[in-house]
């Protein structure tokens, strides 16, 4: 009698074997998704590493964007590293901080660095601008709290800049997100933004700890008086934020 060639096959094996080969695919995979930003890797100097690592980076990868917007494609091995960083070497040996050359806060680096993002404005769901003044939006209005409009904005030296004129609404998530304010003619005139999140709202005062009044003229400014781009809302954030440490000099110091 003629035995079939399963006969004499170990399927168990067979199948053991498939799931292991699928295993290391997929770890193959994982891993180069995985390397999609951040590689190739660099060293402090931003040039390229000698040593890459076992797996290639991953094809180039194009997006359907929604609401018209068209198609991105995003190079693989993208640095997402800005060219222009005002930073200079503090010691020739690798691993050591790097100090600002120039303002940090309008340079963009340490706690005040910004990503390069779209210069777009974000959208909801249904295409619509997702953060907009309240002036806009005849459906909302200020129902609890403290209404911050018309109340002096302070900065961290305790001086009066300007006055608070409108809030800025996350429309789908009903929260505040920005206030605008206009600064005093005496400190550069027209209108800023200032995260909710960096504004503290008293009764007769909005403070905003993390800046002075000398470096309220160069907050980032928004090209529309209607909408935020996500590089504006960027480059606002990390203003603030960067105050915190580069305000001054003694915020710099150790704090006890």
Do not use: C
């Not at 609401?67 to 091995?77: A, I, N």
């Not at 993208?78 to 790097?98: H, M, W």
């Not at 660095?113 to 249904?126: K, N, Q, S, V």
């Not at 608070?164 to 005139?189: F, I, K, N």
């Amino acid at each position: 009698m003629t035995q079939t060639f399963f006969g004499e096959f170990d399927l168990a094996s067979l199948s053991i074997w498939l799931f292991w080969v699928f295993f290391a695919l997929l770890i193959f995979y994982i891993q180069r998704e995985n390397m999609r930003e951040g590689f190739p890797l660099v060293d402090d100097d931003g040039e390229e590493a000698p040593n890459q690592g076992l797996f290639p980076v991953p094809d180039d990868k194009t997006f359907k964007l929604p609401h018209g917007r068209g198609e991105l494609t995003v190079p693989s091995g993208q640095r997402g590293d800005r060219d222009d960083l005002a930073l200079e070497r503090t010691n020739a040996a690798g691993g050591y901080p790097f100090e600002p050359t120039g303002n940090p806060m309008v340079d963009g680096v340490g706690p005040a660095a910004w990503a390069p993002r779209r210069d777009i404005p974000e959208l909801d769901g249904l295409g619509h601008l997702k953060l907009q003044p309240m002036r806009k939006l005849e459906a909302f209005s200020h129902a609890a709290g403290r209404d911050p409009r018309g109340k002096p904005v302070v900065t961290g030296d305790n001086k009066v800049v300007g006055t608070v004129t409108d809030m800025w609404v996350d429309v789908p998530e009903q929260l505040v997100r920005y206030l605008e304010y206009e600064l005093d003619a005496e400190h550069g005139g027209g209108t800023r933004l200032v995260p909710l999140t960096m504004a503290r709202i008293w009764s007769n005062r909005v403070k905003v700890r993390s800046i002075f009044a000398e470096h309220v003229k160069d907050v980032p400014l928004i090209a529309n008086p209607d909408q935020v781009t996500l590089l504006e809302e960027e480059k606002i954030s990390a203003y603030y934020a960067g105050g915190t440490l580069y305000a001054s000099e003694a915020r710099q110091e150790p704090q006890i």
